[in-house]
């Protein structure tokens, strides 16, 4: 009787142990890439992308807004497309850093199932707008891709916020100590 529960008490710890939770790279070695804002509010989409080139431009970035290729209402298979792809390249640029709003007032764990291509990820759906009223923190997604496919992802959680202007200024805030981790190298 005691092998057989000593066997199975084996078998459970091996199990469990045995199964790997899937490691998502953090994004690193960012220099020149295409910013995409995936918020479905058009002036959320620009007001993002707007701010945040203006400030990883200050920090040594070369960006490329979506907005300068894809303009608000058009299809996201724009920004996927071969055609765009090698624009891009001529310009030295084959990365796409895609950001989103995760969620409000809460803790987040990072997502378990990222899209594997750039298309998939321009394709999914987004729920959430830049801010709400009565929110006091909001979390960031961003992804990033390179050559189309999947590459790195991170969250930022914004707190403190009261105005959809604070959300900016405190999303500065944070950038600018995670844009030194972003632009190391592996």
């Not at 199932?113 to 997604?141: I, M, Y």
């Not at 959300?167 to 190391?184: D, N, Q, Y």
Request: hydrophobic share 40%; charged share 25%; proline share 4%.
């Amino acid at each position: 009787m005691k092998t057989i529960i000593l066997s199975f008490l084996l078998l459970a710890t091996s199990l469990s142990f045995g199964q790997k939770k899937a490691v998502i790279p953090p994004i690193r070695n960012l220099r020149n890439f295409m910013l995409v804002g995936k918020i479905d509010k058009p002036d959320d989409r620009y007001a993002i992308e707007v701010n945040l080139t203006r400030y990883l431009t200050q920090f040594g970035f070369k960006i490329l807004p979506s907005l300068n290729y894809s303009k608000v209402g058009n299809s996201s298979e724009i920004l996927a497309s071969d055609s765009l792809a090698e624009i891009l390249k001529a310009k030295g640029v084959n990365k796409q850093l895609l950001v989103s709003v995760r969620g409000y007032d809460k803790k987040f764990q990072p997502a378990s199932k990222l899209p594997e291509t750039l298309k998939e990820a321009l394709d999914q759906g987004h729920l959430f707008p830049l801010w709400q009223d009565q929110v006091t923190s909001v979390t960031f997604e961003f992804s990033l891709y390179v050559d189309g496919k999947f590459a790195g992802y991170e969250m930022v959680r914004v707190s403190g916020i009261s105005t959809r202007q604070s959300v900016f200024t405190k999303l500065e805030a944070k950038l600018e100590g995670i844009s030194r981790k972003w632009a190391m190298t592996k």
